[in-house]
């Protein structure tokens, strides 16, 4: 996938279709509006080197065919984030024939951050002022004619949503045009920009606004600088930045934002008037307030958690697997298969490899496609309408301080949902965190205690049957291990916490189109990054099984199994199977229970190493590639040894206090 | 006045002010001062102090103090002795705490000069109730830190700070910004471009469970630490 979206990047980046840039602040719509924009053909890829998504949709805007581009939210063009630096380079390398600005009207203090920036950089734009709607009914108007002429740029406001003013916008892209609106510096601050300006090559924006980045101490810009000035320039170049710096007492990056905002308040005085507020969407309000609330936030939590649970475990791993592996592939596809393949190769050999107990169409594909992707699959669109409607920024707010304790903050609630989803993507998308170390912790937690959602599926199975008792002590278990490794792992682990500063954007209905794609995007990469994997996993196990290495594993791990989780000796093989896919795992241990051959004991004894136990291949591979082989490593040595010695402690805990489950 | 100039004199040409105009009986105060500020920065010798010093008969004004029992004075070593320490101390608090006042809840542009004069005039009652009143601030405009005083340690309530952090708002409360202490710079940085700079109006939305304010239509979760930066003005 990754390579994949690269090379969509590049094909995109060498087409000659005329480009259309959005960029604007968070959550400002810029994905309901490239929705309207865009018609056929949508492909959600990752910017190249980074997990950031950038959307590209083709259209045919005012007759001509179009490349219209959705840019990951910016707050500044001076980078503080990955995502913020995709953002600000396609504007430095990427040659578009339109930029679009969308700015939230209700927000346009912080828009015109944005607007004074572009106006900088000499790029031809306009500016969209979108949920004017959302403005208005706060009693917020703004005078675009008076803005448009301030700004020298054409300026229009649009609904996106509800697909008004998209006219007057397709009519404004045909004419973009500089904005000479500027921001004068200090004087020290001037004339540093000028001398390093000198010294600046060419670029496709102006030099000013390149130095003015530098001087905010912009670490991103390094890699082009590096590419494009020799060495003995750019410590020229430090040395000018140095010197402006210790001139002032703050940062220059604060002091330059300063003097921007004092700018876009000076236009908001002429532009803005505030009216009485209407009525507007107050129940949203409400219920972003009240999902943050120390004491209601806990029961929205824990309907949301209900909901979400209805929806992808009850629905989607009851209702749509049921469909597909019993009919679609239990009635049709393995039969047909099967006499396939019987047909056309003979020979016994690839017969059982294809369609044998550890075949790659019978096993892998069945679950692959039949029980994990419906599961995936819906839960990437719960976690897109999570995602969407503005709740997942209030469940940091909700579970901070528990964060805190392991050494993380708020933020990283959002990979460790995604976990519950997949473990492989969430290791991925650890990236958003800030500092080296709160990546290495949330990639340990996840690889010991979150289940992804397949598993999950599977587990939950399991502890249906159980006792509320047996339920909690499982549910305790994990979450008690993960408190404490984090905790433990947070005073090991060299580094600082990273700050809180996270925005909440006002609750809002999802749109449907925006979720569709997203999970579309996410299942393709789940089929193009998973399901290989499902296939070598089980091709393992196939030979491990022909050669007879299972059985050995399972005698070599007899003892612990059995003596010290007090488990059936069978369970061996699916711990083994369990590293190869976590899920796997577990559904070996379901068709043990289902069997009747675990007492209540034995099954949370086994879920909760399960569920501790190292994370699937795919996971490895990912952890190897984020983390480095050696980090990849001592996790794994760590948990394995770990999740045994937890389960050994319960199994033993459990029979010594006779507790009954 | 540009931020360059304003920063520039509150500092003076070498850091240290050196902007006030000084009746006879104040020279001692600059040098105590000076020797403060090297000493905070690592820097301090007899040679440095007469470099720092604006006043020309300072290297004997020097040796005076010494010899009073000031201070300490043996060949380039300087040291305070304790009732040299007390008055510096003092004197670089009411400074400072003149240069915050002026600087930021004045916002005059002629801040240093304006402090000058003020720092000497202050009585200690009065220079604790200035401190209360802009709620015990822990650095002056340039970053350095303000000597703590009686009143911070005890924190004194009975009179209501004008100007407080953010962190002690009530929920529910809007207030204008009116500093920032210096944290880390990236903090700034990112502040700044969410719209948290001094002049912008600020509602602390919630505490609990985790700190909210809002900007505008803005809401921004952050920690309890960064709103303890932040110091308001009640509107």
Not at chain 1, 90 to 106: F, H, N, S, Y
């Amino acid at each position: 996938m990754h390579d994949h979206g690269s090379n969509d990047a590049e094909r995109y980046r060498d087409s000659k279709l005329n480009k259309v840039l959005l960029i604007g602040n968070p959550n400002v719509g810029k994905s309901a509006l490239f929705g309207l924009l865009t018609g056929k053909y949508v492909t959600v890829s990752n910017y190249p080197g980074t997990t950031v998504e950038v959307t590209y949709g083709n259209a045919t805007l005012n007759k001509t065919r179009s490349l219209v581009i959705d840019t990951p939210g910016v707050n500044s063009l001076v980078p503080m984030s990955e995502d913020e630096k995709v953002t600000r380079d396609m504007l430095l390398t990427d040659r578009a024939g339109a930029v679009v600005q969308v700015a939230d009207t209700k927000n346009l203090r912080r828009g015109l951050l944005i607007t004074l920036q572009l106006a900088e950089m000499g790029v031809p734009f306009i500016l969209d002022l979108n949920m004017d709607d959302e403005a208005r009914s706060r009693g917020i108007m703004v005078d675009q004619d008076k803005l448009s002429q301030m700004l020298g740029i054409e300026v229009v406001k649009t609904v996106a949503i509800r697909r008004s003013g998209i006219d007057r916008l397709l009519k404004s892209i045909q004419h973009p045009r500089r904005s000479p609106a500027g921001v004068r510096y200090d004087d020290a601050m001037e004339t540093g920009v000028r001398d390093i300006s000198a010294l600046l090559p060419e670029a496709n924006i102006s030099a000013r606004s390149l130095a003015l980045m530098i001087l905010a101490g912009d670490e991103s810009l390094k890699g082009w600088l590096h590419a494009n000035l020799q060495d003995k320039m750019i410590s020229k170049i430090e040395k000018i930045r140095q010197e402006v710096q210790s001139k002032f007492n703050n940062s220059l990056g604060y002091l330059i934002n300063q003097r921007r905002l004092k700018k876009a308040d000076e236009i908001l005085s002429q532009v803005l008037s505030l009216h009485e507020a209407g009525k507007g969407s107050t129940i949203a309000f409400h219920i972003g307030r009240w999902s943050m609330h120390p004491i209601y936030g806990l029961p929205i939590l824990a309907f949301v958690l209900y909901l979400v649970y209805q929806f992808v475990w009850v629905f989607g791993a009851g209702d749509a697997v049921g469909f597909l592996e019993e009919t679609v592939f239990g009635e049709y596809l393995n039969p047909w298969a099967t006499k396939i393949v019987t047909f056309v190769f003979p020979a016994p050999f690839i017969q059982e490899l294809l369609i044998g107990d550890y075949g790659l169409i019978t096993m892998a594909l069945t679950y692959a496609i039949a029980i994990v992707l419906p599961i995936v699959g819906f839960f990437f669109i719960a976690f897109g309408i999570l995602e969407d409607s503005g709740y997942l920024p209030r469940l940091a707010v909700m579970v901070n301080k528990v964060f805190k304790v392991m050494g993380l903050n708020g933020k990283a609630v959002l990979p460790m949902v995604l976990g519950l989803g997949c473990d492989t993507m969430a290791t991925l998308t650890t990236r958003i965190l800030e500092t080296k170390k709160e990546r290495i912790l949330v990639t340990l937690l996840l690889a010991l205690g979150v289940p992804c959602s397949a598993q999950l599926g599977v587990i939950l199975g399991m502890v249906s049957g159980l006792s509320g008792l047996a339920t909690t002590i499982w549910l305790g278990t994990i979450a008690g291990v993960m408190l404490l490794v984090g905790y433990l792992a947070s005073k090991i682990i060299p580094g600082e916490p990273s700050d809180f500063v996270l925005e909440l954007p006002p609750i809002r209905v999802p749109q449907l189109m925006n979720i569709f794609v997203k999970t579309l995007a996410r299942v393709q990469w789940y089929l193009k990054e998973a399901v290989p994997l499902f296939m070598l996993g089980t091709f393992i196990l196939f030979v491990g099984h022909k050669i007879g290495a299972l059985a050995y594993i399972q005698n070599l791990t007899d003892p612990l199994v059995v003596g010290m989780l007090g488990l059936p000796s069978k369970a061996a093989e699916a711990f083994v199977i369990g590293f190869l896919r976590r899920d796997y795992g577990a559904a070996g241990l379901f068709m043990l229970a289902k069997g009747g051959m675990l007492d209540p004991t034995q099954i949370v004894v086994s879920l909760v190493v399960i569920t501790l136990f190292v994370p699937c291949i795919a996971n490895f591979f990912m952890m190897v590639k984020e983390r480095g082989m050696k980090a990849a490593l001592y996790m794994a040595a760590f948990i394995f040894p770990f999740a045994f010695a937890v389960g050994g402690a319960l199994n033993w805990a459990l029979r010594t206090l006779k507790i009954a489950l | 006045m540009s931020e360059h100039k304003k920063i520039d004199a509150i500092e003076g040409k070498a850091g240290h002010p050196a902007l006030c105009v000084l009746p006879e009986i104040e020279k001692e105060d600059e040098i105590f001062e000076i020797i403060w500020t090297l000493r905070e920065e690592g820097t301090l010798t007899l040679e440095q102090i007469v470099q720092s010093c604006s006043i020309q008969e300072c290297e004997s004004i020097v040796k005076e103090l010494a010899r009073h029992g000031w201070i300490a004075l043996k060949g380039q070593s300087v040291e305070l002795l304790p009732k040299g320490e007390k008055r510096a101390r003092e004197l670089v608090r009411r400074h400072r705490l003149s240069l915050r006042m002026f600087y930021d809840l004045f916002a005059l542009d002629g801040a240093e000069a304006e402090a000058c004069k003020f720092e000497h005039i202050l009585s200690p009652e009065v220079t604790d109730s200035v401190c209360t009143l802009l709620g015990h601030p822990p650095n002056s405009p340039d970053g350095k830190p303000i000597p703590r005083g009686e009143c911070c340690a005890m924190f004194k309530q009975e009179m209501k700070p004008l100007v407080a952090p953010l962190a002690d708002l009530v929920p529910g409360e809007q207030a204008k910004i009116v500093f920032i202490t210096p944290g880390s710079h990236s903090r700034l940085d990112r502040l700044s471009a969410m719209g948290v700079v001094p002049g912008s109006i600020v509602k602390l939305h919630q505490k609990r469970p985790s700190y909210v304010i809002q900007l505008g239509e803005t809401m921004v979760a952050v920690d309890k630490d960064i709103t303890k930066e932040i110091f308001v003005k009640k509107v």
